[in-house]
Each structure stands twice: as C-alpha cells, then as structure tokens.
C-alpha cells in the first residue's frame, strides 16, 4: 500500500512536511477545491462522520469561527453540532483543532479564507494516511474511477457484468488510435443494440450467459480478433457462418477472467503498451489484485452518487489507485444475509449514470440521422395536426435502435417531444409520450430526459382524466426511472403518491367494462413505475405512505402475468425494508407468492422466490410458507438449474426456510437435499452462497449428515473452503462445521485437508468468516484422530488462532475460545499456546457481559489451567474475580463453564481466596442445587478446595 | 299561443320516438332534447329558411362557438358531413344523425365521419390535393426558402406514404380506416373535426338538462 498516493506527493527529507513543489502545490489545490465545496456538492456524504478524527497544528483563532453554528468560548470554540457520545464534531483549542466530517471541514476551509492552503497543508501532514484517504475519496467521487472500481472489483467475486464489460471497453477505448503509442488499433462492438439489461448479446446467446460480442483490431496479431464476454468470462471466438447467414460462434480459447487479460495473452505488443501506459496500468494492478481490506478507513459512504466528467487529475498526477481507494468503495458492500442481496440487486443494476458518449457518434451518420432531424425540424414549427402526422411518422422509425435513439437526442428532438407533454393537446401528448416510453429503454436517452425536466411534466400528468395519457406517462417513468437521480426526482415532485393512486382498481372483476380494464391497464402501468421507483430505500418508504401496501396486495390477486410481475418485482425490491415485510406476511401476501410459485412464468415465479427470500427471516413466514404448502413448488423449482436468477432466488427462499426445523423435514421429505448437493458444482457464486447456506442449516438435524455425504456433498464442500467471496466462505465454514460433528464426514474432511483449509480461513477479514472458521474447527478436533499431531502439523496455526484473540469482535472471541478449549485438550498443544501467551490474553476478557463469551471464555480458561503454573498465572492477571460474578448470569450454561473454571482455579490457594473474598461460597452453594450433575459436581468440587483450604489454614494457625 | 305550444310538444315527442328508433346513441329523452334545441336554433332563424332546416352560417357558429373549432375549411367541411342530402340546410334528421357520431360516436363511425370531412370533394378519396389544401396552414413558412411551401409538400406525402396502403396515389375509405385502426391518433389526421372530451361534456349537460317550468 506504500506504493500510492506517497510517491507522486513530494515529501520534505525529513517526511513530515510537504514540499512547496509545484506538483505538490497542484494536488493540494485540487484537494482544496474539492473540499471547499463538498458540503454543497454531496451533502449527505458531507454528514458522515470520519472514523476518525482529523487532527492538526492549525493556525486558526476562536475568533475565525464567526458562523452560527460554532460556539466559541474565550480561546476554544466547538460546534454546536455533536456525534451521539455528545462531543462536539469539530473542536478547537488552539492550536490544535479536530474535525469530525466533511461537513465542518468545507466549513472551516471557507472560514480561513487566506488561510485555506495553509489550513489543507497543515491538515495533510497531520497524518499521512489522510493523503491517501483523501485521494482516494476524491477519486472516487469526482472521478468516473468510481465505475472503474466498482465494474473492475465485480470480476473478483468471480463473475463479469455488461457494467464491467462496457466499462473496461470504454477504457480500451481510450488506448486505440493512430499514434506510435497506441495499444490497440480498434474495439467496437459487433451490435450497437443494448437491450434493457444492459447485455448486447442476442437473447438466445444472453441465456448461455453471453453479454456482447467484440471485434478488436490489435497491432501485432492476425488483423481480427472476436471476442465474447460472458458471465462467466472472455474468450476469444472463430466466427463461422452457419445455415441461413447466422453467425455461429465457436469457442476457440480457453476463458480470461476480463478483456485486459485476454489481449495481454493475444497480443505482446498490447502487453507491452498496457503497461507503460500509466492510467491502464493501474487499473490493471487493481484488477490483478485479489484481495483488498482496509487497514484505516478514515470515512465511508454508501453512494458515491454523483459523477463528473474530470479525469484530468487522474491522468496528470498518474497517481497509483492504492489497495486503498478501493476499500473506500468495496467497504460498503459487506457480504451476507437477505438484506445485502436486496442491496445488491437495487442499486447495482444500471444505478450509476454513464458518462455521455456523444463524441463516438460516428461521422459517416446514417440516413436515418437526416430523416430525423428533418422531422424533428418540422416537429418545431407544425400545428396539431401536422405534429401528430409527424409523430406518427418517427414512431415508424425503428426505435429500439441506438442510432435513432441518439438521433433523436442529438438533433434536439427530446426537447421538442417533452415541450409537447406541456401543450393542451392530448393527442400530441400521447404521440410524444408514445416515442418517449420506447426511447427511453436508453440509458443515455435517460439521463437527457431527467435532465431537461421531462420527469416532473409526466409525473403532472399523471393526474390526466384521459387513461390512455396517464398510463404511457407511468410506462415512460418507468423506463426512465432506472437511475437513483431520476427516482429522486420522481419522489420530489410527489409521484410516488399519484403512481400509488393510479394502482386504485379492481383487478379481477368477473365481468369487467371497458372502463375497468382500462383502470387496470392504468394499474399495471403504475406498478411498473413504481417497480422501478422502489430501488430507492426513500422510495420504498413514501410508496408505503402513500397506501402503497394494501393496493399492492389486492393487484397480487390479479391473474394476469402482466399485472403480477411488476406488482411482485415492487414487493420483492420493497422487502428489504422490515416494515413490507411485516405487511406481506399480515396482509395476507404470503400465500399469493406462494399460489403464484407455481405459475408458468419464470420471471414470476423468481419475483415470488426472492421476495419469500427476504421475507423468511422471520419465523412465522416461515411457518406460512410451510402452511401454504410452498416448500414442494420451491423444491420443484431447483429443477430450473438454467435460469440462474430464478435458481438464486429459489435457492435463497429455501434457504431461509430451511432456518425451520419443521420446514427442513419437509424439505428432507421432497428429496430437496440430494438436489441441493447437485448445485454444489458450476453454479454462479450467488447460487452458491444461498445453497450452502441451506444445507448448513440442514445439517443442524443430524440424520441430514449422512444425507449430504451420500450423495456426494462432502467433497465439493470442501473445495468452497478455497474462494473468495465472503458471503460464501461465511456459509461453507457454517456447514463444514456442522459436517464434521459427524465422523464418517470428518474422515472425509481430513482426508481432503479441510482443517487446514478452516484455519487459513481463520486469516480471513470478514469477522463471520473467522468466527464461523473458529467454530467448524471445534468438531473437526473433537472427531479427529491424533488431532492435536494434526493441529500441530499447522505451521505457524496455534500462534495465528491465539493472536485472534485480540480481535474486537464478540463473535469471534467466543468461537475462538471455544476452539482454544478444544486445542488445549491436547497437553503439548496446550504448553505451545501458553507460550504465546494464551493466559493473559484470555484473561483479558474476563470483563465481558457478553453471555456467550463468558460462556467458552470460561471453557477456554478450565481447559488451559491444566499446563504448568497456569492455574496461578490466571490469578495474577486478574481472571478470578469477574468469573466469580459469572455466576449470576442469568445463562446456565454460563454456570457450568464457570464452575468447571472455578474448580481447576481452586487449586491455587490465592485464587481460593480471591473466590472467597467475591463471595463465591454461597453462588457455588446454589450451583450445587443445581440438576446439572457436571455443574453441581464441579461447583461442590470448587467449594470442597476452598473449604479444605480453610482446615489447613485454621490447622496451621491453631495448631 | 298555449295551444300551439302543446300540439308542438305533442309533435316534437312523436318525431323523437320515430329518431330515436333509427339513431344510435340517444334515447327518446335525449332525442327531444336535441329537436328542442333545433326548434330553438331554427327560431333564431328568417322564416323562409327555417322551413328547410339549419342554414351554414348558424352551424359554423355552433362549431366554432360551442366545440371550440376555428379552421374555416374544417367547420365548413363538417357542415357537409353533416348535410347527407346535400341540400345545404341541415334537417332535424341530419341533426341528431349527425351529432350521434359527432357526440357518442363509435371508433368505426367516426372513422366513416372524418374521412367524410377529409373527402373533399365527395369522390371516395383523400387526394394529395386536398390533403395540401387542408394542412396549408399547418406548418410555419420557412420564407428564406425557395420553395416556402415545401414543408407542407413534404407532411402530405409523409402522411400519404403512412395511409396508402394500396399504393395508388390517394387514400381511399379503407386505406383511411385501416391506418386509423392502427394508430387511433391519426383519426383527425388533416385536421381538428370532432369535438374534444371537455366540450362533448359540456354540451351534453347543457343539452340534456331536464328542461325547466315542465
């Protein structure tokens, strides 16, 4: 990580002072403007408090602070604003001064008016580190690296997206040319056409996973290459012609994880180039990168939302993007449960607004592009009558096509088509709009239409008496509607209330008039806006009080697929909010998600499946999704391996189900567990992480043990114990663990080397990970052989799981000490960890209210008295008298493993006195009471070593 | 003076229950209603023409005053759509006939009503002329130009190569019906010849109030 930021930024000799170097002079006023106007540009990034406060030397006075919000107080003065232990979040007592946020700094930076470079200057060399944190936090801010990073982080978890794709063809973009220097000569795509998920590929290809086809022009090698990116990577194709002029593709190479990596296989010469090219070689580091944590995070945000077209600071400076820029963005996607994948699927998907690509448009224009215009310009001067004759005519145009969507947009025709929605003429309106909805499957086509204000217009129409114009303006909003900014507007201008009144209708009349099914088009059409609206959390929340919940569950008893997919895509999106899915299951919704499981629809069906996913957390669902009798349909599902979304969600619904123990039963009666092992292999991570996390819980019933090691599971298990994604490795170590506690499995397991895997796991950051690690280890030393020649046969593993004890997480002290009393069973295992201080650390603890900590905290201590003068060293540091109060919990188990402590700390007189000083007599007394015979027998033991203890005291006094 | 008004009732209700039988959309209340207000407009009328019916020029007034319509060629063409027998007046008959369509009518009739209105000259086709002649106002003169009139040229054959399905040049009942079935926008394709929601309403109310004293 040294190698960032530090090495374009010129230090003085002796490193704490920045150079006056023009260079440096540049960065900071770089910084400095970026600061300066942070608060206005992102002020709810502003908001967030660093994770630590900046300090510095500052040369500021209380009588600088004059602005209203600071309190000044003779020489010192605090903001009036506090975090919640009640500091102040900027503090001043000259001359040291600390701030808390964004905000306060752009704040203080506009009170120092001269002062400000001297200020940002003395601020920076408060603490190095800050440098990069700051570079880091501008980059991804003002910089479009925020696509960068994200889109080149994605192929990490394994898999490319049509983001990362367009993304690193974007980047490719920039290095072909004509010059000596270029790296490429070309890259286009073979299809211009995007569809709506944002892949190029046809349908057909897109089901094998395909996102776009590519045609690159290198240097160096033969003069084509075609290129396929999918999913699951790229490689690089033969294109022959098949029967009836289609072009097959044949798959030629191997597959590379991304573009970059491919070319650099293909074409030497692009290898060399890619690397003398600054800004690509460090995107390229990024990529070749596996792992990024954080070691400081100085400040985090969840939406890094805005973004600018400013990568001259980027390629000036030709900073190295450090681990730590990365970790800025990767920290907000934490891995795990029902939640998080909510996350990923709202805002994710075509969130972030793409930079224009105006200047590709090509030169040779077709000739649709003149068409256009010329209607557009007729468009401008045309009566009624003439604008709907030459509405009509563009409509004719092929609009899903790229060409004439940008035709549109580039000859000024989104202003003219959205200043008609304000005319009073309806049928100019619909006309206009009618373009608009198809148009508007443009991401691009979008972001102008936002910009010029169309959104406000439509959502005003929204409260047009005439349905079809009310309908194609939800249609239109919800097309639009694909990028955060967009449904912000939406919600500003009180469209989430007039979208929810349009949903007001009776979705399953029996005989229905024409002005009914025209109400229930009108619904369908606003189930669809407010579909797209709902990938916004402020959304899901004014859909709800707008009375959104009730309207949607009366449409989930429509029959009609069109109504069901948007009305379930919504609840489904709204579901990572606890209040939907306390209202899915008390109104009644389960059991229609439920009947809807069984549908002939896919998409459906996945919509059904993801939103039980969510919603199973809680147990009741559970409870009626068994009652409803949709554990068969969900078992049924897995059978549609090929679609891989409809199989994640069907995957994640079974795994939160499974969370029930009467629900696994079933699951054990429809055979789900002998599928669900099928899925172990080839499986996108996504299905992956909810399949392992259902036989995890499977295997809670120990008749499922042998089950999963019938038919085959044990092995690709274990091989999950190798990757990378957290959310995985937190699942694979649950079941592993729950594996081993049988021992025909732990044969296997060792076989395969799985405790070794385990304890690298125990490296692993992700708290989950570790503990869930700590605690498979658990069962795989209690049923292995010769477990403690094998624990040994870890190279460095004792002193690795001992050190994990300094960890701030409960969770993972608690699994820790739990598999620290399992290693100390065996003798020399125990001498090791003694040796690498095992008493003190464990000792250390002690202070804890945390109930299962205390819990294997005092397993760990009993089990580690056994070697030497442990026993006494407990009591020198301080254990004794906090497990003495252990004894009140309220937890049993807590009691046993204290009292089995407290026997083998009995056997140190000072710690006899210590106990007795604590009163533990008469807690032991109770104990004794107790009807678990191991609890009464270690309690009646530990007062029976106190007692004799105070004979032999009494028998030395009085002789 | 009592008398006649009576026997006048006696007869508008006979003459409505014989409409009401042949026109669709209206019942015998309604039918009455529009031949009360016929008689009155008739009443507004000399009394030589009135023995004919509704004369062009108090139409025109009712279009452009009570529908909102402005284009001369356009209310004049309705007039003639409205007047079957082409005798210039507008009987009690063409009348309620006429507003059946105007008001309630149907996608197909008013489909068969515009293209009668657009049929300028009554041959069964929509030609490129007429079609110049009723957008002739519908697109700002570009004056700079050589030929200001090319706009319009270039709508007309946008709109002829949109309808002439069969390709011969003009645009014949059913290449009009066909294209409008396609695309219901283009229903008032040459100009504005129905009344829009807000007035129909308007009218109607006004019309069919039940009438006071009675």
Redesign the interface.
Same mark, same amino acid.
Request: no cysteine.
């Given at each position: 990580m040294g190698e960032t930021f530090s090495r374009a930024i010129q230090w003085s000799s002796d490193a704490d002072q920045l150079e006056n170097s023009p260079l440096n002079n540049d960065i900071l006023t770089e910084i400095l403007l970026f600061t300066e106007d942070f608060d206005d540009r992102y002020p709810k990034e502003a908001r967030i408090l660093f994770r630590e406060p900046l300090q510095w030397k500052t040369s500021l006075e209380a009588a600088d602070f004059t602005s209203d919000i600071y309190d000044t107080r003779g020489e010192a003065a605090v903001s009036l604003e506090c975090d919640d232990n009640r500091s102040p979040l900027l503090q001043l007592s000259p001359p040291d001064i600390t701030v808390h946020s964004f905000y306060h700094l752009s704040n203080l930076l506009q009170l120092s008016k001269d002062k400000t470079m001297k200020e940002i200057r003395a601020c920076l060399e408060g603490d190095t580190l800050i440098v990069h944190a700051f570079i880091a936090i501008l980059l991804l801010l003002v910089n479009e690296l925020y696509f960068c990073s994200v889109c080149v982080f994605l192929p990490r978890e394994g898999r490319l997206s049509p983001e990362a794709v367009n993304t690193e063809v974007d980047l490719l973009k920039r290095f072909c040319g004509t010059g000596e220097n270029r790296a490429l000569k070309s890259v286009s795509y073979t299809s211009d056409y995007v569809f709506s998920n944002g892949c190029r590929s046809p349908p057909w290809r897109q089901m094998d996973g395909e996102i776009c086809s590519l045609i690159i022009e290198t240097c160096d090698t033969e003069p084509t290459l075609f290129i396929t990116c999918s999913t699951s990577g790229v490689f690089f194709d033969e294109r022959i012609n098949g029967e009836g002029g289609v072009n097959y593709y044949m798959r030629k190479s191997e597959l590379y994880k991304d573009i970059i990596t491919l070319l650099k296989n293909m074409s030497p010469h692009f290898a060399v180039a890619a690397n003398e090219q600054g800004f690509f070689y460090n995107v390229l580091l990024c990529m070749d990168s596996s792992h990024f944590y954080p070691e400081k995070i100085l400040w985090e945000s969840t939406s890094p939302s805005v973004c600018l077209k400013d990568i001259k600071l980027w390629a000036s400076l030709n900073i190295n993007m450090s681990n730590r820029c990365i970790c800025v963005c990767m920290h907000s996607k934490s891995p795990g449960g029902a939640g998080d994948f909510s996350e990923s699927s709202s805002e994710d998907e075509e969130d972030e607004e793409q930079p224009e690509r105006r200047a590709e448009i090509p030169t040779d224009l077709p000739s649709e592009y003149w068409q256009i215009q010329k209607l557009v310009k007729y468009l401008k001067g045309a009566n009624q009558t003439a604008t709907v004759i030459v509405l009509c005519a563009l409509r004719d145009f092929n609009l899903v096509q790229e060409t004439c969507q940008l035709a549109i947009r580039d000859v000024g025709g989104l202003e003219v088509l959205i200043n008609l929605l304000d005319t009073d003429d309806i049928r100019c309106k619909i006309g206009s709009l009618k373009i608009l909805k198809e148009i508007s499957c443009n991401s691009q086509i979008r972001q102008t239409i936002a910009d010029l204000g169309g959104l406000q217009t439509m959502v005003s129409i929204l409260d047009s008496p005439d349905k079809e114009l009310k309908g194609l303006a939800a249609e239109t909003i919800a097309n639009v509607a694909k990028f955060r900014r967009a449904r912000r507007t939406v919600r500003q201008h009180g469209g989430i209330k007039r979208l929810v009144e349009l949903l007001d209708c009776v979705p399953n009349g029996v005989s229905m008039s024409a002005e009914q099914e025209r109400d229930v088009e009108v619904a369908r059409c606003g189930a669809l806006a407010l579909w797209s609206c709902s990938k916004s959390t402020r959304n899901k929340e004014s859909i709800r009080r707008a009375g959104g919940i009730p309207l949607l569950a009366r449409l989930l008893k429509s029959s009609q697929k069109n109504m069901l997919i948007p009305v379930v895509g919504t609840l489904q999106e709204c579901a990572s909010e606890k209040s939907y899915r306390i209202a899915i299951q008390t109104e009644g919704m389960i059991e229609d998600l439920v009947k809807n499981l069984s549908c002939d629809n896919q998409e459906l069906q996945m919509h059904c499946a993801s939103a039980i996913f969510k919603c199973a957390e809680d147990k009741h669902t559970r409870d009626l999704v068994r009652q409803y009798e949709g554990l068969k349909p969900l078992v049924m599902l897995l059978n549609e391996a090929e679609n891989k979304q409809l199989l994640a969600a069907t995957t994640g619904a079974i795994w939160k189900c499974s969370i029930s123990l009467e629900n696994v039963a079933k699951f054990q009666e429809y055979k789900a567990l002998e599928i669900l092992v099928g899925l172990l292999k080839d499986q996108p991570e996504e299905v992956l992480v909810n399949v392992v996390g259902a036989l995890a819980e499977c295997a809670q019933i120990s008749e499922n043990l042998a089950t999963i090691r019938k038919s085959g599971g044990i092995q690709p298990l274990v091989n999950l114990l190798t990757g990378t994604n957290q959310a995985l490795l937190g699942n694979v170590t649950r079941a592993v663990g729950a594996c081993a506690t049988d021992p025909e499995n732990m044969v296997i397991i060792d076989r395969l080397d799985g405790v070794r895997l385990l304890w690298s796991l125990l490296k692993n950051p992700n708290p989950e990970v570790q503990a869930n690690a700590a605690w498979a280890i658990c069962p795989c030393i209690e049923n292995t052989k010769d477990a403690g020649e094998m624990v040994r046969s870890f190279v460095g593993g004792l002193e690795l799981i001992v050190n994990l004890l300094k960890s701030q997480n409960k969770a993972v002290l608690a699994s820790v000490c739990a598999a620290i009393a399992k290693i100390a069973k065996d003798v020399e295992n125990l001498a090791v960890i003694t040796d690498h201080g095992v008493v003190p650390m464990l000792a250390n603890l002690t202070n804890t209210g945390d109930d299962k900590l205390r819990r294997y905290l005092a397993e760990a201590i009993a089990c580690c008295c056994k070697w030497g003068s442990n026993c006494v060293s407990f009591g020198e540091a301080g254990a004794v008298a906090p497990l003495v109060h252990y004894l009140r919990s309220k937890d049993p188990s807590v009691h046993q493993a204290t009292a089995r402590a407290l026997f083998e700390l009995s056997k140190d007189p000072n710690n006899c006195i210590t106990m007795h000083e604590n009163g533990v007599v008469k807690l032991l007394l109770i104990m004794i009471g107790s009807t678990d015979e191991i609890l009464q027998e270690a309690a009646a033991s530990c007062v029976a070593n106190i007692r004799r203890l105070a004979l032999a005291n009494d028998k030395a006094k009085y002789g | 003076m009592q008398k006649m008004s009576a026997m006048n009732r006696k007869l508008i209700q006979n003459l409505a229950e014989t409409l009401c039988k042949q026109v669709k959309h209206f019942d015998k209340r309604e039918t009455e209603c529009l031949i009360r207000l016929f008689s009155g407009l008739l009443g507004e009328q000399a009394e030589r023409r009135a023995a004919h019916g509704l004369d062009r020029v108090r139409f025109r007034n009712i279009l452009h005053n009570t529908f909102g319509m402005t284009d001369d060629m356009m209310m004049d063409s309705v007039f003639r759509a409205f007047d079957k027998d082409n005798d210039t007046y507008i009987s009690v008959k063409e009348w309620v006939e006429g507003l059946s369509v105007f008001l309630r009518g149907a996608l197909d009739e008013k489909i068969k009503f515009c293209f009668d209105v657009y049929n300028l000259h009554g041959d069964g086709y929509i030609s490129r002329e007429e079609m110049l002649q009723?957008?002739k =106002?519908?697109? !700002?003169r570009?004056p700079t130009e050589e030929d200001p009139d090319e706009?319009i040229k =270039?709508?007309v054959e !946008?709109?002829l190569?949109?309808m002439d399905h069969d390709h011969d040049g003009k645009v014949s009942y059913s290449d009009f019906e066909k294209t409008v079935k396609d695309?219901n926008?283009?229903l008032?394709?040459?100009?504005?010849c129905l009344p =829009?929601?807000k007035s129909v309403l308007a009218f109607e109310q006004h019309a069919f109030q039940e009438p006071h004293g009675h």
């Open positions: - | 009723m957008l =106002d519908s697109l !700002i570009q706009g =270039d709508i !946008i709109a190569k949109k695309e926008l283009l008032e394709a040459f100009g504005n =829009d929601a």
